[in-house]
């Protein structure tokens, strides 16, 4: 019987509803907290982001700056043949619009960097949501900054992780998506980023790192760029090579991966051998041009001349001026080897375990920085016959034999012990033909040297020492010396107006004049080679160098006459006091006023202010300064034609048959034209000379004046430098010789003024001074005769 109210065939047991698993009420309860929590935080931080965006976004900075960027951009200084020389500033940086950075460097940035770059509009949702992915399943953590954040922030923002900057980042972001085109950001990216080594952008790493245009970059090295960005410090390629080379191969795979290479290029980047610039690839030393040329344009524009990006082309040619370094080097050290070794730069206690010492010996040469070919080493083990050492590199190297007669006195056992070569000392070598090393030490004695082309004022090479790192006093503009024997052509070039003639005689016998006549002390000059030859020919005076025969001269012409005589050429007057010491290069010169002078004998008689910049332009190409050659015309003629003709023939008979005889017999060439110069004492060394489109003058010397040994001369010192010069820089310039202007004439093989050609000149000087006992005539009295016969037809 059924109960009453319970259906048919039901139970007995009381109603209960549908039960669930203890499982699944532990899972369910929780989810649904979790997705009420999500929709209350999605709520929020739509609410908090639009708070934000009222309230941050108006406070955002302005970006129009962006569109009219201008970023510092350092001063380049580069030769008249286009060869970059230097660049001045604190951030070295070239601007490249976006059309000229090559598409390889581009997506090696883009695969590395951003590679959605062109799909977000600022912000990469999906590269963030899987970075986040990324950071909660890894220890290590994944950035999601866009290119654009990143402009942002290099830009406008801090450099610190907090949540409010990132807020700021992704919003400022998104302001310069909207105001700018993609090509634009991207642009202002690769010109702005700090990249290692002081460069900033991808065009100035690429010269800094391969010493290349950023337009001549391969995958790998594109690559290899891209990676600087994270971390310019740690995967810097020259301090960190293996470190840099991890990344640069990962990013070669990035590239495969985007797309953006093929797998053939792919596995050619990869296997890629890298050749990195070093500090001292320098294509060419023109420190102490490239610091005048500094000067010059800050003198004009203040500190904006290291920031606006200006573009300085010199007269400069760059082949000329490897050739005048080299030159000026090679002689100061062969002088140098001349010299009496002066000992070790420091000692360096090394230590007796081998795995040490060769960070013992870097560290200690750390202090002692190669001087280009010069290199510093440490000695391991020294004998007479022979020297162990190890460079900077970490080359062991040998000397034997004549490598080390320059330190002989060094190895010697009798050495004084701070002079004495053993092991730890650090020395200097010199690396010579078939690998053979020479001992050597850093010269103390200094040099310059300058060559101008006489038709324009251009400087074609200026070299003011030995070395810029050493010494940065510029011995072509700043130093003052006595010229010598270099300065008597300007007397001479005066006499030819007081009725001299190259056949004038003079006598060459001695001389005595008391404290009114020199303006000091009492005088008794002398020749160099202590000789007096008795009467001779101007021409033959000048080619011999010989002091009575100048200093009669001048007497003849007046100390104060000369004086005003040498104006002409570029001298100050003041520097050159009317005294007859005068007459042997007395007074004071720069080798820079020297060239500018001989400049006028080379020109045919113009006086021209030299030249050493050309050009300026500004970033965006601008031309700010343009100097157009300087002309040979009437208004800057300083000596009649006839003149400069006539001093050109004395000079050619210097360089033919005179002191400066090795020039002509050297070079094989007749055009050749100069003096050497050796001052008392042999204090300064000089040779000034040219060819008609090019002079050139080199001085040698110590800073604080001192003998530069008994046997030296400017023949011997200075004329070998110039000689290796002009070999170079005349090399595939054909002869040429100066034409006879109007008004001399020749007589008998000499030039003559037409007004002097028949005796109306001076004939003789000092001839009836008591020649000296047992003096040799330099012209016998058969020649003297003829020489007057010319005088009287």
């Known amino acids: 019987m059924t109960e009453p109210g319970r259906p048919p ?24 907290v979790l997705l009420g929590a999500c929709t209350a935080l999605a709520l929020s931080v739509a609410v908090l982001g639009a708070i934000a965006l009222a309230v941050a976004y108006p406070q955002l900075p302005q970006i129009d700056g962006l569109a009219d960027y201008r970023p510092k951009l350092p001063m380049r200084i580069y030769s008249a043949d286009g060869v970059m020389l230097a660049e001045f500033g604190e951030e070295r940086r070239r601007f490249l619009p976006i059309a000229q950075i090559p598409k390889v460097m581009q997506d090696a940035v883009l695969a590395i960097e951003d590679a959605r770059f062109y799909q977000h509009g600022g912000v990469d949702y ?10 909660f399943g890894e220890s290590r953590s994944q950035g999601a900054s866009t290119i654009t954040m990143q402009v942002a922030r290099n830009f406008y923002l801090s450099r610190e992780k907090t949540f409010t900057r990132k807020i700021y980042e992704i919003l400022l972001a998104l302001k310069i998506e909207n105001q700018l085109s993609k090509e634009r950001i991207l642009e202002l990216y690769m010109n702005q980023i700090y990249l290692g080594q002081r460069a900033y ?15 001549k970059v391969s995958i790998a090295e594109a690559a290899m760029l891209a990676g600087l960005p994270k971390a310019p410090s740690a995967y810097n390629p020259v301090a960190n090579p293996r470190r840099a080379t991890i990344r640069q191969q990962y990013i070669i795979d990035r590239m495969l991966e985007g797309g953006f290479i093929t797998q053939a290029q792919h596995d050619e980047a990869k296997h890629e051998e890298l050749h990195y610039r070093t500090p001292s690839d320098v ?38 001026q490897k050739a005048a370094y080299q030159a000026l080097r090679r002689g100061l050290m062969d002088y140098e080897r001349r010299q009496v070794y002066r000992g070790p730069e420091a000692y360096v206690d090394l230590p007796n375990d081998p795995k040490e010492l060769d960070l013992r010996i870097a560290e200690a040469l750390n202090d002692h920085p190669d001087n280009d070919d010069l290199r510093a080493a440490v000695v391991l083990e020294a004998s007479p016959r022979k020297v162990v050492a190890v460079l900077q590199s970490g080359e062991s190297i040998t000397v034997t034999g004549d490598g080390l007669k320059p330190v002989a006195s060094g ?24 690998d053979t090393w020479t001992l050597t030490q850093q010269p103390e004695v200094e040099g310059a040297f300058v060559a101008l082309d006489p038709r324009d004022g251009a400087i074609r090479a200026l070299v003011g020492g030995f070395d810029w790192r050493k010494n940065k006093f510029n011995h072509v503009t700043q130093a003052w010396r006595q010229p010598g024997s270099s300065f008597k052509p300007f007397i001479y070039s005066a006499a030819l107006e007081k009725g001299f003639t190259p056949a004038t005689i003079v006598n060459d016998s001695p001389l005595f004049f008391d404290a009114g006549t020199t303006g000091s002390q009492p005088w008794e000059p002398k020749n160099y080679d202590g000789t007096f030859d008795g009467p ?18 001048l007497q003849n012409v007046g100390t104060h006459t000369a004086q005003q005589w040498i104006t002409r050429f570029g001298f100050e007057a003041e520097k050159h006091p009317a005294y007859l010491t005068m007459a042997l290069g007395a007074g004071s010169v720069t080798p820079m006023q020297m060239a500018t002078a001989y400049s006028v004998f080379a020109n045919g008689g113009h006086l021209l202010n030299p030249v050493l910049i050309r050009r300026v332009t500004d970033a965006d190409g601008r031309v700010l300064h343009d100097s157009p050659p300087q002309a040979l015309t009437d208004d800057n003629r300083v000596l009649n034609a006839r003149n400069a003709f006539v001093m050109d023939s004395l000079l050619q008979e210097v360089a033919r048959s005179g002191t400066a005889a090795k020039a002509q017999a050297t070079l094989r060439r007749p055009d050749l034209y100069g003096k050497t110069g050796t001052t008392n004492d042999a204090m300064d060394a000089w040779f000034a000379g040219f060819q008609p489109s090019l002079a050139a003058v080199v001085w040698i010397g110590y800073d604080q004046p001192r003998k530069l040994g008994d046997r030296e001369t400017g023949g011997g010192l200075a004329l070998p430098v110039w000689i290796e010069f002009m070999g170079r820089a005349l090399r595939n310039v054909p002869v040429q010789e100066m034409e006879a202007p109007q008004g001399v004439v020749n007589v008998g093989g000499e030039w003559f ?15 009836g001074d008591k020649p000296p006992a047992g003096a040799e005539p330099a012209a016998s009295e058969e020649e003297r005769k003829s020489i007057l016969d010319l005088f009287k037809r």
């Open 536 to 553: 001779m020919t101007l021409r033959r005076a000048l080619a011999k160098s010989k002091n009575m025969v100048s200093i009669r001269v």
């Open 411 to 434: 190895l010697s056992d009798k050495a004084a012990a701070q002079k004495q070569i053993r092991r730890g000392a650090v020395v200097r070598a010199v690396k010579g033909p078939k």
């Open 753 to 767: 003024y037409e007004e002097y050609a028949h005796g109306e000149g001076v004939t003789g000087v000092g001839l």
């Open 126 to 135: 999906l590269g963030v949501l899987r970075a986040g992915l990324a950071n």
């Open 201 to 215: 952008g991808f065009a100035a790493a690429s010269e800094t790192y391969f010493g290349k245009p950023l337009e």
């Open 9 to 32: 065939n039901s139970s007995s047991k009381p109603a209960s509803p549908t039960r669930r698993s203890p499982l699944s009420r532990w899972l369910l309860r929780p989810l649904m």
């Open 283 to 320: 294509a060419v030393h023109a420190e102490y041009v490239a610091e005048t040329a500094r000067q010059l344009m800050f003198s004009q524009y203040g500190d904006e001349a290291y920031t606006r990006g200006f573009n300085v082309q010199l007269t400069l040619n760059a082949e000329d």
